[in-house]
């Protein structure tokens, strides 16, 4: 199916690897313009090469997503380089894990900063520009948390649950301006990426690149009537709703 994006212009945050990466290679497969930006100036290069590959037009940008000042950064080099911004794929590394009765302000300031306020950051500064064109499509990659609490991952339930709220109000919002943007979640179960590494996981395993997929159909031009939602990719394994 051709997702009628091609030509259009995507940021996508820590994308250097993982489910980032795989998102800005799917949407590239479509003919997007892709800006990735990450913290590893290594594997941001060798996304670059990857997106070299499709041939599609692309770039690189290494930097902190979770720095309050980088989301405007970001949209300005965006801008720069491509002359617009229609998609925003809003991505951070995911928090510790932890017990819920274990975590100190301090641990939930920074969960909070990264898995809520970024992506909220990411969106405030993309509006204006999706605004003026009349289009935008913007996807948060979040977590299965969103819907169903981890007993490991108290951080993670904590601000993802946070943005879900944010998000909610947010499509609703964009939709009343009849906007012509849409802001929606890609929530992953496990997947065969680093961060599932680092947390031990084992069993049955997503292939980042078919999350990447779904993410990139969320941003298509048939995707416009989904808004507001949080699509759980994760092979059956949450029970919730
Ligand atoms: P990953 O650790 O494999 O890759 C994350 C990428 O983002 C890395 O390239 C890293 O360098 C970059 N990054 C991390 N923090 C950054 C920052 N502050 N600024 C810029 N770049 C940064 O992680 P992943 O598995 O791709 O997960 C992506 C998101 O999805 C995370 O929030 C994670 O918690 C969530 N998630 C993943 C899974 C899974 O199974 N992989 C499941 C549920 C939720």
Avoid at 18 to 40: H, I, K, Q
Avoid at 139 to 157: M, R, W
Wanted: charged share 20%; aromatic share 4%.
């Amino acid at each position: 199916m051709d997702l009628g994006i091609a030509g259009k212009v995507a940021l996508v945050t820590a994308g250097s690897r993982g489910l980032g990466r795989a998102t800005a290679l799917a949407l590239a497969g479509e003919g997007v313009r892709v800006m990735v930006s990450g913290r590893d100036v290594d594997s941001l290069e060798r996304v670059r090469a990857d997106l070299g590959l499709i041939g599609v037009d692309a770039d690189v940008r290494a930097g902190d997503v979770t720095d309050p000042e980088e989301p405007a950064r970001l949209v300005a080099a965006t801008l720069e380089r491509f002359g617009s911004l229609d998609i925003l794929v809003a991505n951070a590394g995911g928090p510790p894990p932890g017990r819920a009765v274990d975590q100190s302000d301090e641990a939930l300031e920074l969960a909070l900063n990264a898995n809520l306020l970024t992506s909220v950051r990411l969106v405030r500064e993309s509006l204006p520009h999706m605004r003026s064109a009349g289009w935008g499509r913007i996807c948060c990659i979040t977590s299965y948390t969103v819907k169903q609490a981890s007993p490991v991952l108290a951080l993670s339930n904590t601000a993802r649950v946070g943005l879900w709220g944010w998000m909610k109000t947010a499509a609703h919002d964009l939709a009343a301006e009849s906007s012509g943007i849409t802001v929606n979640m890609a929530c992953p179960g496990p997947h065969s990426t680093d961060r599932m590494k680092e947390l031990g996981g084992s069993g049955v395993m997503g292939d980042p690149a078919d999350f990447g997929s779904t993410v990139a159909f969320l941003c298509s031009q048939q995707a416009g009537f989904i808004n507001g939602a949080s699509i759980v990719v994760d092979g059956g394994a949450t029970l919730a709703l």
